[in-house]
């Protein structure tokens, strides 16, 4: 071979291990959201008809607490729950879900929560974006609540609703699900880190319960009868909310080829 055939070769393998080598093995971690610093807590006033929020903690320049505000008035704000934050640039949006179960039309309000954050401050706005009615739930001045949600659809229901409804986030459109005869009434909502909800059924007193699973995309998965509920990495289940069961989840083991 000729010797610059030769040095040729040479050097583009070279560069080429090198750069093999400059490549890291493992993909890069994302940049955290802008607001990774910052935490907002909520309170409520007496009677549940005030939700009261301040965003604290810090930027890359100061530290303290930002901003502050109230959503309401509610007859009875009875469940919370935020939405998942989409950054665009230095701002992230989330939805709030406030469900009011106060009077006997029970109604869901959703206000928009936008963080514009910038090396020393964050400003915060937050504003009534859209409302639905959750018919047909029962709500009252002594029902409780519950509510879970994954990706795509809410799930809310009271203690005095033998059904709990699945609410669309993106459209709002409501649908009654689950439901038992003879009827028992919705006790907890609870759900997974992968988008699973289980509606749970059931009565305190008789010792009748049940269970409805849900995937992902809003479909059913599974129902039977037992208090069965799920957990997750982030908030624990209040076994106070709970009908104890003694039916053993061993009885429905086996599997099928789909």
């Given at each position: 071979m000729p010797k610059i055939r030769y040095q040729w070769v040479l050097t583009v393998s070279m560069f080429l291990m090198a750069l093999n080598t400059a490549v890291p093995v493992h993909g890069q971690n994302p940049p955290a959201p802008p607001d990774s610093t910052l935490y907002t807590n909520?309170?409520?006033?007496?009677?549940?008809?005030?939700?009261?929020?301040?965003?604290?903690?810090?930027?890359?320049?100061?530290?303290g607490c930002y901003a502050a505000g109230s959503l309401g008035p509610f007859v009875n704000a009875g469940a919370l729950m935020e939405g998942n934050p989409v950054v665009n640039g230095n701002t992230v949006t989330r939805a709030i879900y406030v469900v009011d179960s106060g009077s006997a039309s029970v109604k869901l309000y959703v206000y928009k929560k936008t963080d514009t954050v910038t090396s020393q401050t964050d400003t915060v706005t937050v504003t009534l974006n859209r409302t639905a009615n959750l018919s047909p739930l029962v709500g009252g001045s002594t029902v409780s609540c519950s509510m879970a949600a994954n990706n795509r659809f809410l799930f809310i229901g009271t203690d005095q609703s033998p059904q709990a409804v699945e609410v669309?986030?993106?459209t709002l459109s409501v649908a009654a699900v689950g439901g038992f005869s003879p009827p028992l009434n919705v006790t907890a909502i609870t759900a997974d880190k992968y988008g699973y909800v289980t509606v749970t059924q059931g009565n305190f007193f008789t010792g009748f319960n049940g269970f409805y699973?849900?995937?992902p995309d809003g479909s059913g998965k599974a129902d039977g009868g037992g208090a069965d509920f799920m957990l997750n990495t982030v908030n624990a289940?209040?076994?106070?909310?709970?009908?104890?069961s003694d039916v053993q989840p061993t009885q429905r083991l086996g599997y099928w080829p789909k």
């Amino acid at each position: 071979m000729p010797k610059i055939r030769y040095q040729w070769v040479l050097t583009v393998s070279m560069f080429l291990m090198a750069l093999n080598t400059a490549v890291p093995v493992h993909g890069q971690n994302p940049p955290a959201p802008p607001d990774s610093t910052l935490y907002t807590n909520y309170t409520l006033s007496s009677g549940n008809q005030t939700v009261n929020w301040i965003v604290c903690g810090s930027t890359q320049q100061s530290s303290g607490c930002y901003a502050a505000g109230s959503l309401g008035p509610f007859v009875n704000a009875g469940a919370l729950m935020e939405g998942n934050p989409v950054v665009n640039g230095n701002t992230v949006t989330r939805a709030i879900y406030v469900v009011d179960s106060g009077s006997a039309s029970v109604k869901l309000y959703v206000y928009k929560k936008t963080d514009t954050v910038t090396s020393q401050t964050d400003t915060v706005t937050v504003t009534l974006n859209r409302t639905a009615n959750l018919s047909p739930l029962v709500g009252g001045s002594t029902v409780s609540c519950s509510m879970a949600a994954n990706n795509r659809f809410l799930f809310i229901g009271t203690d005095q609703s033998p059904q709990a409804v699945e609410v669309n986030k993106s459209t709002l459109s409501v649908a009654a699900v689950g439901g038992f005869s003879p009827p028992l009434n919705v006790t907890a909502i609870t759900a997974d880190k992968y988008g699973y909800v289980t509606v749970t059924q059931g009565n305190f007193f008789t010792g009748f319960n049940g269970f409805y699973v849900f995937g992902p995309d809003g479909s059913g998965k599974a129902d039977g009868g037992g208090a069965d509920f799920m957990l997750n990495t982030v908030n624990a289940v209040s076994t106070s909310t709970l009908p104890q069961s003694d039916v053993q989840p061993t009885q429905r083991l086996g599997y099928w080829p789909k």
